[in-house]
T-cell receptor, first 109, second 116 residues
Framework: RKEVEQDPGPFNVPEGATVAFNCTYS??????FFWYRQDCRKEPKLLMS???SGNEDGRFTAQLNRASQYISLLIRDSKLSDSATYLC??????????FGSGTRLQVQP | GAVVSQHPSRVICKSGTSVKIECRSL??????MFWYRQFPKQSLMLMAT?????????EQGVEKDKFLINHASLTLSTLTVTSAHPEDSSFYIC????????????FGPGTRLTVL
């Protein structure tokens, strides 16, 4: 079983739609959580950290459920520029963060 | 966020040559940096952890004699792909974690290596 699991997608949604991604992690001792975004042929970039109480940044809302060990990312009012791969990332206590394989989003006009 | 630079951004070389990639943390000190490789349409794969002033720690299956890592200062790590072959063609990305409570990781822009 992978330490961080994500649905690879692709999620094809029209502009303006709301889309949600989920991710599960296996290590219950994981300490911090993030969503990264990776565009095609580019490096991953930090999108947002995920806090236990849930947090919002503009159109993006991240939530953490420690009991069920899952993390979610909600994108409202999708834009064409949101098309990318979204990586669920977990700090399991190792030196490097643990990355999920990513969920691909394609927003269509 | 923290800034990590990487050079070169792209390199094309002949089979058998060695290629050196530099990774620098520009606005913070990084005692630890990480090197990843990513093949087209595949996930990031951690190759090794670069430790300032000591030997790198390699992930299982990564040949340490082929991928030489040197972390001579708190802001610079280098990866040398020795005797490169076409199967080494990939996107190589370095990364460093910042010393905050959450420990975010920031990436360099990557180096696209093509071995002919």
């Amino acid at each position: 079983r992978k330490e961080v699991e994500q649905d690879p997608g692709p999620f094809n949604v029209p502009e303006g739609a709301t889309v949600a991604f989920n991710c599960t992690y296996s290590n219950s001792a994981s300490q911090s959580f993030f969503w990264y975004r990776q565009d095609c042929r580019k490096e991953p970039k930090l999108l947002m950290s995920v806090y236990s109480s849930g947090n919002e940044d503009g159109r993006f809302t991240a939530q953490l459920n420690r009991a069920s060990q899952y993390i979610s990312l909600l994108i409202r009012d999708s834009k064409l520029s949101d098309s990318a791969t979204y990586l669920c990332v977990v700090n399991t206590g190792r030196r490097a963060l643990t990355f999920g394989s990513g969920t691909r989003l394609q927003v269509q006009p | 966020g923290a800034v990590v630079s990487q050079h070169p951004s792209r390199v094309i070389c002949k089979s058998g040559t060695s290629v050196k990639i530099e990774c620098r943390s520009l606005d913070f000190q990084a005692t630890t940096m990480f090197w990843y490789r990513q093949f087209p349409k595949q996930s990031l794969m951690l190759m090794a952890t670069s430790n300032e002033g000591s030997k790198a720690t390699y992930e299982q299956g990564v040949e340490k004699d082929k991928f030489l890592i040197n972390h001579a200062s708190l802001t610079l790590s280098t990866l040398t792909v020795t005797s490169a072959h076409p199967e080494d063609s990939s996107f190589y990305i370095c990364s460093a974690r910042v010393r905050t409570a959450l420990g975010e990781q920031f990436f360099g822009p990557g180096t696209r290596l093509t071995v002919l």
